[in-house]
């Protein structure tokens, strides 16, 4: 009933810049923190930033100064501005929501979703 759509992974050099976009759609009734994760190839996924509703954002060390990440509380949207990108970021990108939602009883739920990720690839 809810989901998060993820888009504008790709291809980019090392320096450049890229910037990803998630929605949220389904029967949400609010949502609290809204973040990025990543993945890369034989690694754990990690956190890379988060948004809570009305709090302070948090980054990864790796990505202090380099990535940003907003929020639409209006669109249920979360971004993230990547820039200077090195190739160590190079790796999967998932969305993640935390959120309310009504289910068909018209109760209200609390679930954890996931994007189905995008891929960010950056060569040196």
């Known amino acids: 009933q809810v989901q998060l759509v993820e888009s504008g992974g790709g291809l980019v050099q090392a320096g450049g810049s890229l910037r990803l976009s998630c929605a949220a759609s389904?029967?949400?009734?609010?949502?609290?923190?809204m973040g990025w994760y990543r993945q890369a190839p034989g690694k754990q996924r990690e956190l890379v930033a988060r948004i809570p509703r009305g709090g302070s954002t948090n980054y990864a060390d790796s990505v202090k100064g380099r990535f940003t990440v907003s929020r639409d509380n209006a669109k249920n949207t979360v971004s993230l501005q990547m820039s200077s990108l090195k190739p160590e970021d190079t790796a999967i990108y998932y969305c993640n929501a935390d959120l309310y939602y009504r289910d068909t009883g018209d109760r209200i739920k609390y679930l954890e979703v996931w994007g189905q990720g995008t891929l960010v690839t950056v060569s040196s």
């Open positions: 389904g029967s949400i009734f609010s949502i609290n923190t």
